[in-house]
């Protein structure tokens, strides 16, 4: 038991070293120095040195809707579902908060909470259609959701250029900047906002503290595990897998208030900068433990803001730090996959206790 | 409204439907690909990351060796890696399919993205055209149909071949049974999952010619994540055309039209330029979730005709595990 | 000369399915294997014909040993066998199913292929249309579909798994005159069944079969009480019936008829009363499932009110029956009972729920050691479900349910048991009984039925054809009801 559970951390975590460094000296490079690029472009090299405020505020921008949207994805996961709406939930977030931002005017305090409140009602409402479609209509989660993710892209592209577009000048490049009051409040210059750290790590010990205390997920998990048992333990199966994608859509929307009023202070076309597909692997990545979330989003988070400086300084695409999660992720699963399937072999029977 | 009648108008003309039917050559290599593979019971996933990564594979092994015609085993072998994958998570360690192909869809897209980025902009080799001799010169037909390359022409061909393959032989016959009902072939003999690898493989490899179709024919030379949601469309439109090769192939020239249509619509509304193109997106979607809405389904039940026609159902064993015991 | 199975074993996980059997089979007989449901006749077969590989043993076909890898194997030598729910392609054609994986050029010639079947049906009387969708055909139809291709793969030795299920009287008649003369012709049939009157009326020899071993052989016709002692053992020994006092009924059907298929033909009226315990006899699919799923309102009857202690509960939800305290234990515990990946804990949470919002874990932890302790259960509280054998999940099953039931209603609560656990759940059942609490349970063991009913209703095909006070009646009774034999009658009402 112990060595198949060592197989399957050392052997995904050896599996991405050598084909990183194969993929890195095959493209010339000394396989060290775009670790240690990443690591100063999201936090300061060395880590946390004065001057990287800024990158560091931009990091915990990136790991918020990130980790926001992993904790809103092990909801649904645990409901059996596959959320690949992820990503039209956070831009249906991002947009009702920019409605808000733009159109409303009212105290600071006010502003701020109506947008991430409209962001959560918006991703709610999003999400909340994919349950729709699939308990009432029978439609799959995965396609409901994908085409629904196509549907709130092109109104973002719409949106930019259409309607909202910056006076004179229609250009994916985003709106106006939003009104200064409408911005989630941050500290000393940089983009870092402790009121989303907060709600982001308030969301994750809610998901956990809802999996781990509550008759609410206690039943949700059951839903997801075995639904003929559930029904017949009197659980309303249906009800649980809408409210599953009820809170998951709110958490994905106040990601893309983060990343709206937050991140860009405007709204631009790839506003969901992907992050719930990321998500998603960091989900699989964790294995749908909520604090796991919390490292893994944060390392995913440092790949994507510390990669960009990878091509100006190394002329390796940045895209390495999206090779570096996939092979992770993919070698983790493959492990386990091996793992229990040594473990089955080596027990083929039940202990064959009766009674 | 004008402006709608003539966007439909201009649909008619000879090159718009001899456009639409040159460019759909990429997307009915991958449908017809997407389409063995799940008759077999297999669904990847992976479609819209390993059509990527074979189109780069294709482009960049046709510049390097100067021949275009490399590319395309190349793009085919690609993707059939990455099809074996999807089928050794699900069939021998049990992996949940949709998990190892997203993850395999992930990881092929950035793969793309890092090893291609300094082909970005690089001028590549191309498919040479070439008219069929005779039947190009054929009024209106000639244009549409035979004045193309061979690329197209060999689309056309997957497309007739898959369809005869799995309804005229014998093989094909085993092949939809396998997906259907493995267990009845296994009654008759059938090495149900040696089948299943060899299929999905097949189809990984018609994956990768389309990605690679993309690259070098359809839209020359490499650029950021070129065929970005194609895949998606692939795996949508397979289950829209209810499995079937010929259906299928109809689906993907309705997205072609459709794509078209939006095109045309940009001159009569300029403020909509960047929108449009990406209309026909949510809308092929949309069709699908409308085409699997169990109302509908119920009340098309009483139409068996009308049923027939608007909808098939997935292979029985679709995306489940078979094994020997 | 003929074929032999000498000492087959084979085992799924910890169930001995098939315990060292042998079997010969003389060359042009029709040679019966009777047994009740999970005897292991079934796994034997799929054994013979290469669909399952045996563990360890020894087929030998006309002095040859063979070697069974795979069913290909099986064709090849002439093994050919008609699976009970018959292995065909519902959505392809009669002629697609006709030649899926037969031998032949690598075009599909379906003109001549057409032609063969036409002929293959011309020859036994069938007729079957090249391009019907086979989920058009009824299932006697998919058998002759079935028995025509393995005929035309060049089998030899037939073997059919209770082919009677689920076709018509009619079909039944020709279906025999074709296995009789296919066995004149020198073909081998294996022909399998709980059926007393079939095997009596088409085989020459009998073998019989009782958990995964063979109990008995004749040379038939052998009288078919003799052949009920060999099935279901001797008569058992009538337990002293404890003295529970009758009291009002509590679940009442009332003139109750499914919309179609079983259950429709004639309308079912059932008290039910305090401390009654009712049993359900029948092979399976006979309709007791049907029957037990309306009594817990997961299916609501075309005509005709389900009671529950006075309140007419027709229609209503499943909950609404929960609510009025009715349990269903469907048979599948794992897919229909537990939730396979919560641990024990988890599950007592589950059912002890009222409705708080945040869970006590300390107090579930310590209900879920005491129900353990208390029921025997062979895991920890922090168990999955999942990990325990079948008898511990289904003393955790009764640990879970609630007290005070009105009705509990079970499909084969002993199933796949041993006699100590199976002893141990009756004893758990009886309390409840005496507590007040009306039974209703389905099993395909006539000892637990005669041991522990008040009164037995026998299923067959669709419909309740006895209704048995237990005291009188015995295993002989039953076993021939079972087999739609009515005693002192002499064919089974069709």
Redesign the interface.
């Given at each position: 038991m112990t060595r198949s559970r060592l197989n399957f951390i050392v052997l995904p975590a050896l599996v991405v070293l050598v084909s990183v460094v194969a993929?890195l000296l095959a493209a010339g490079t000394n396989p060290w120095e775009p670790i240690r690029l990443i690591i100063q472009g999201s936090l300061g090299w060395p880590p946390f040195e004065s001057g990287s405020a800024n990158k560091v505020g931009d990091t915990f921008m990136v790991w918020v809707p990130i980790a926001l949207a992993s904790a809103g994805l092990i909801v649904t996961f645990n409901a059996g579902m596959?959320n690949?709406g992820i990503e039209g939930q956070i831009i249906m977030g991002a947009i009702a908060a920019a409605l808000v931002a733009r159109e409303v005017s009212a105290p600071r305090p006010l502003l701020v909470l109506l947008t991430i409140v409209a962001g959560a009602a918006g991703g709610l409402l999003w999400g909340l259609l994919v349950g729709i479609?699939r308990t009432?209509?029978?439609?799959?989660e995965?396609?409901?959701g994908?085409?629904l993710d196509?549907?709130a892209?092109?109104l973002t592209?719409?949106l930019v250029?259409?309607p909202w577009k910056r006076p004179g000048v229609?250009s994916?490049s985003g709106t106006e900047i939003f009104p200064a009051d409408s911005f989630l409040p941050s500290v000393g210059g940089t983009r870092l906002s402790p009121l989303a750290v907060g709600i982001t790590l308030l969301a994750i010990a809610g998901v956990w503290l809802l999996f781990r205390g509550t008759m609410y997920g206690l039943k949700l998990k059951a839903v997801g595990r075995n639904r003929p048992s559930s029904f017949l333990m009197g659980i309303p199966t249906d009800r649980y897998l809408l409210g599953a994608f009820v809170i998951c859509g709110a958490l994905a929307g106040i990601a893309g208030t983060a990343q709206a009023t937050g991140f860009h202070q405007k709204l631009i076309?790839t506003i969901s900068g992907n992050y719930g597909?990321?998500a998603?692997?960091v989900v699989?990545l964790a294995r749908f433990r909520p604090f796991w979330v919390i490292p893994i989003s944060f390392f995913f988070a440092m790949i994507a803001v510390g990669s960009s400086s990878l091509?100006l300084r190394l002329?390796?695409?940045p895209?390495?730090?999206?090779?570096l999660?996939?092979?992770l992720?993919?070698s983790t699963?493959?492990g386990l996959?091996?793992a229990?399937?040594r473990a089955a072999r080596e027990s083929p029977v039940d202990d064959g206790e009766v009674g | 409204m004008s402006g709608f009648i003539n966007a439909l108008v201009d649909m008619f003309d000879t090159a718009t439907i001899a456009s639409i039917v040159a460019g759909a050559s990429a997307l009915l290599f991958a449908t017809m690909g997407e389409t063995i593979s799940e008759k077999a019971g297999v669904i990847n996933l992976s479609v819209d990351g390993s059509m990527m990564l074979a189109a780069l594979a294709g482009f960049v092994v046709a510049l390097q060796t100067g021949s275009v015609w490399l590319g395309f085993p190349a793009a085919a072998a690609v993707g059939m890696a990455a099809a074996l994958?999807v089928a050794f998570?699900s069939i021998?360690?049990?992996?949940n399919q949709?998990?190892?192909g997203?993850?395999?869809f992930?990881?092929?897209?950035?793969?793309s993205?890092?090893l291609?980025?300094?082909y970005v902009g690089r001028p590549g080799e191309a498919v040479p055209a070439w008219d069929i001799p005779g039947l190009s010169s054929i009024p209106f037909f000639g244009r549409v149909l035979f004045q193309h390359n061979l690329i197209v022409y060999l689309a056309y061909v997957t497309v007739v071949a898959t369809y005869l393959f799995m309804y005229?032989?014998?093989?094909?016959?085993?092949l939809?049974?396998v997906g259907?009902?493995p267990?009845?072939?296994?009654?008759?003999?059938?090495?149900v999952n040696r089948l299943r690898y060899l299929y999905t493989a097949l189809g990984g490899a018609l994956i990768g010619i389309g990605g690679a179709a993309f690259t070098l024919d359809l839209k020359l030379g490499w650029s950021d994540r070129p065929t970005r949601?194609l895949g998606?469309i692939v795996?949508?439109i397979v289950?829209f055309g209810g499995w079937h090769p010929l259906r299928a192939a109809f689906g993907v020239l309705l997205f072609g039209a459709l794509q078209a249509f939006a095109l045309n619509l940009v001159p009569e509304f300029p403020?909509?330029?960047?929108?449009l193109p990406?209309?026909p997106?949510?809308a092929m979607?949309?069709v699908?979730?409308i085409v699997?809405?169990?109302?509908l389904?119920r009340w098309l039940d009483r139409y068996p005709f009308l049923r027939a026609i608007l909808r098939s159902?997935p292979p029985?064993a679709i995306g489940s595990r078979f094994e020997?015991? | 000369m003929g074929l032999e199975l000498r000492d087959i074993h084979k085992r799924?996980g910890p169930v001995h399915a098939n315990d060292g059997i042998s079997i010969t089979v003389e060359t042009g007989t029709l040679h019966g294997l009777l047994g009740e449901n999970g005897a292991g006749k079934s796994t034997l077969m799929k054994v013979l014909?290469?669909?399952?590989?045996a563990d360890s043993g020894e087929i030998v076909l006309d002095g040859q040993t063979i070697s069974l890898a795979?069913?290909?194997?099986?064709?090849a030598a002439g093994i050919g066998?008609l699976?009970q729910d018959p292995?065909?392609?519902?959505?392809?054609s009669v002629i697609?199913n006709f030649?899926?994986?037969?031998p032949?050029?690598?075009?599909?010639d379906r003109r001549r292929a057409a032609h063969e079947l036409a002929e293959m049906c011309d020859r036994y009387g069938f007729r079957l249309e090249p391009d019907t969708p086979v989920r058009l055909l009824t299932v006697g139809e998919r058998q002759q579909l079935e028995i025509l291709r393995l005929l035309w793969l060049g089998a030899r030795v037939l073997i059919l798994d209770e082919p009677t299920t689920g076709i018509s009287a009619d079909q039944r008649i020709k279906l025999f005159e074709t296995l009789r003369a296919l066995a004149a012709e020198g073909m081998s049939v294996i022909f399998v069944s709980h059926k007393l009157e079939e095997i009596a009326d088409l085989c020459e020899r009998v073998t019989v079969m009782t958990r995964g071993r063979v109990v008995g052989e004749a040379d038939m016709p052998v009288p078919p009480q003799q052949l009920v002692k060999m099935m279901f053992g001797q008569a058992v020994e009538i337990r002293d019936r404890d003295h529970v006092q009758l009291g009002v009924p509590r679940l009442a059907l009332d003139s109750v008829r499914n919309a179609s298929g079983l259950l429709s033909e004639e309308p079912l009226s059932l008290e039910v009363k305090t401390g009654e315990v009712i049993g359900l006899a029948g092979m399976e699919g006979s309709g007791q499932d049907v029957f037990l799923r309306i009594c817990a309102g997961m299916r609501a009857p075309r005509e005709g009110t389900v009671t529950v202690d006075g309140r007419d509960l027709t229609g209503r939800h499943y909950r609404d029956f929960l609510a009025a305290k009715v349990k269903y234990l469907p048979a599948g515990r794992l897919e229909e009972g537990l939730i396979d990946g919560l641990t024990i804990t988890e599950h007592f949470i589950l059912t002890g729920d009222r409705g708080g919002f945040f869970i006590d874990w300390e107090a579930a932890r310590r209900l879920a050691k005491d129900q353990i302790d208390r029921y025997s259960i062979k895991g920890t509280e922090a168990s999955t479900a999942g990990s325990l054998s079948g008898g511990n999940q289904q003393r955790l099953l009764l640990a879970m349910l609630p007290a005070n039931l009105a009705a509990l209603l079970m499909e084969h609560p002993t199933r796949g048991l041993d006699i100590e656990s199976a002893d141990w759940v009756w004893e758990q059942l009886l309390a409840r009984r005496a507590d007040g609490t009306s039974i209703v349970f389905a099993s395909a063991d006539l000892d637990e039925l005669l041991r522990y009913s008040d009164r037995i209703l026998v299923f067959f095909s669709g419909r309740v054809i006895g209704e048995l006070e237990a005291a009188d009646t015995d295993v002989e009774e039953i076993g021939l009801l079972i087999g739609g034999r009515r005693p002192g009658r002499e064919e089974a009402p069709a």
């Open positions: 993929l596959w690949i479609l009432a209509g029978g439609v799959n995965i396609f409901g994908l085409g196509f549907v892209l092109s592209t719409y250029i259409g229609a994916t076309p597909f990321l998603i692997l699989l091509s002329n390796v695409d895209s390495l730090g999206g090779v999660q996939g092979v992720v993919l699963i493959f996959g091996w229990a399937l | 994958v998570g021998r360690l049990s992996l949709v998990a190892v997203f993850v395999l992930a990881l092929c897209t950035e793969l993205r890092f291609g980025d300094s005229r032989t014998r093989r094909g016959l085993e939809q049974g259907e009902r267990e009845a072939a296994h009654a008759r003999g059938i090495a949601n998606w795996l949508a289950i403020n909509l330029a960047q929108v990406s209309i997106f949510p979607i949309l699908l979730v699997n809405w169990k109302a389904l159902d029985g020997v015991s | 799924f014909s290469g669909f399952h590989s795979s069913p290909a194997d099986a064709i066998m699976h292995l065909v392609f519902l959505p392809f697609d030649v899926l994986a037969s032949g050029s690598r075009r599909l």
